[in-house]
């Protein structure tokens, strides 16, 4: 099971911390990504992370200004997004995979968290 939280309404350039807890059988999850969905679009993938190597990739519209970490002591993820434009408002979902490596389709997750939003105003 996946919580995710942090969301909120903030101003163009400002920063957020969104954290995802993972709950259940954490030993099987291979590698965590946060995906997001904006009003009439459909959800895309924002950035992932190896649970065991922590190695991570960025889709480009983020890449630069979020950052992906982990703390496996915890089972928790989070997505640190800083200088936010208007363009990032979207609801914002973690998700985990079982299958080793790093992974931006939808498909390739097995667990899905409840989604928070993020409203950047400007």
């Known amino acids: 099971q996946l919580q995710a939280s942090g969301g909120g309404l903030v101003q163009t350039g400002d920063s957020l911390r969104l954290s995802c807890a993972a709950s259940?059988?954490?030993?099987?999850?291979?590698?965590l990504g946060w995906f997001r969905q904006a009003p009439g679009k459909e959800r895309e993938f924002v950035a992932a992370?190896?649970?065991?190597?922590?190695?991570?990739y960025y889709a480009d519209s983020v890449e630069g200004r979020f950052t992906i970490s982990k703390d496996n002591a915890k089972d928790m993820v989070y997505l640190q997004m800083n200088k936010l434009e208007s363009e990032d408002t979207a609801v914002y979902y973690c998700?985990?995979?079982?299958?080793?490596?790093?992974?931006?389709?939808?498909?390739?997750?097995?667990?899905w968290g409840q989604g928070t939003l993020v409203t950047v105003s400007s």
């Open positions: 259940g059988r954490t030993v099987s999850i291979s590698a």
């Open positions: 992370i190896m649970r065991g190597f922590g190695r991570t």
């Open positions: 998700a985990a995979r079982a299958t080793f490596g790093i992974a931006t389709l939808e498909s390739q997750y097995d667990y």
